[in-house]
């Protein structure tokens, strides 16, 4: 590599890379001194290399004078090279570091590429990704080779180079599938005000209308669904919950509570709670399994809320009149709790679930309890959704899910 070719190549590189060539001069001039040091047989020499900007010509100088030797030349190649190389994978890396880190908050896609310690380790192209197993929904299976899209988390710097971290679980990828999907939310028409998700499983969203022409839940819905479709088919069978977004928190809570419908909603503004009478027949539903439904709806509206039936409250006096009266005193459990314990057996056929074969008192109610309330419902679940129900394992729910099956 003679001086011209020097230049040359560090005038390329600085427009296709994108490499301030006045970096690579004071590096190579760095990495010369550093080279001719050892050449002079002693590190603690005063020693500096100068490459002119001009002509490409290089000069070293040690204790004032310049020291020529036919060794510098075949140095001077190697080191240049090594340098150019190394400050190259710098720019690369910086580049790449730089264009995500732009686009953190956007949703990307790659190919799974390996696996990790239960990471994820996807090919994006330019670089590598990984998709922490904190970040992966419950349920979802990958293999090598296999297409992924996932929310661009964060972007950490690391001395191999950037880590670009993704996610799939975080409440924010269903957000921006949304933006994608529904065009009204890009031209900024309609806007997701709150969502609240339980990853894997099921997510509420809040959506307002800027014109009262377009109605935001039926923009995001789509022609005969085919939106949230696409949405849900992404998100591997979760559920998804449009509520429409209202400035009225009863009308937002009745929304959110979705699919029960409330017959009393009661406001406590100073402590931010939410009272819920629903019929005794859709308490259940109003819980949802685990108590979802109403811990998503909580999230979403950023209220606590206290689902109950119409018949709690009858019950809680019932209790309290005893008090006084010679009768033992009860403490009534928390309002979540209480509620889930106390669903009336008449909000569904309490006597045709226990003819189940594996189904007890106990186990009947927790099938209410998750809205599992007949037969025909009981019938189309799978193993899985049934063991993580408490107290119920895999050949306990094989035996309900066949004898449910037997008796239509």
Known sequence: MNNEELLTILEHIEREK???KEILFQAIESALASAARKIVG?????????????????KIISEGKEIKSAEFGRIAAQTAKQVIIQKIREAERDIISEEYAKRVGMITSGTVHRFEKGDIIADLGKTEAVLPRSQQCPGERYKQGDRIRAYILEVNKTAHGPQVVLSRSDAMFVKKLFEIEVPEITEGVVEVRAIAREAGDRTKIAVWSKDDKIDPV?????????????????????????????????????????????????????NKKISVVVPDDQL????????????????LVGWEIDIRGKEAKPKAEKLLS???EGQPQETP???EEASVAEVPEGASDMSALTGLEGVGQKTAKALIAAGY??????????????TKLEG???KTAEKIINSAKEKN
Do not use: Y
Request: one cysteine or more; a neutral charge.
């Open 18 to 20: 994108g490499v301030d």
């Open 42 to 58: 002693n590190k603690e020499a005063e020693v500096t290399a100068t490459i002119s900007r001009e002509t490409g010509e290089i």
């Open 218 to 270: 039926g923009a995001c819905v789509g022609m005969r669904g085919s939106r949230v479709k696409d949405i849900v088919r992404e998100l591997h069978g979760e559920r998804v919950d449009i509520v429409r977004w209202s400035e009225d928190i009863k009308e937002f809570a009745k929304g959110a509570l979705n699919p029960a419908e409330p017959t009393e909603i009661k406001v406590d503004k100073a």
């Open 284 to 299: 259940s539903i109003g819980i949802g399994k685990h108590g979802q439904n109403v811990r998503l709806a909580s999230k």
């Open 322 to 324: 005893g008090i006084g």
């Open 333 to 335: 459990a928390p309002a």
């Open 373 to 386: 309330d007949t037969i025909d419902k009981i019938k189309i679940l799978t193993v899985e959704d049934l």
């Open 392 to 394: 119920i394992g895999k």
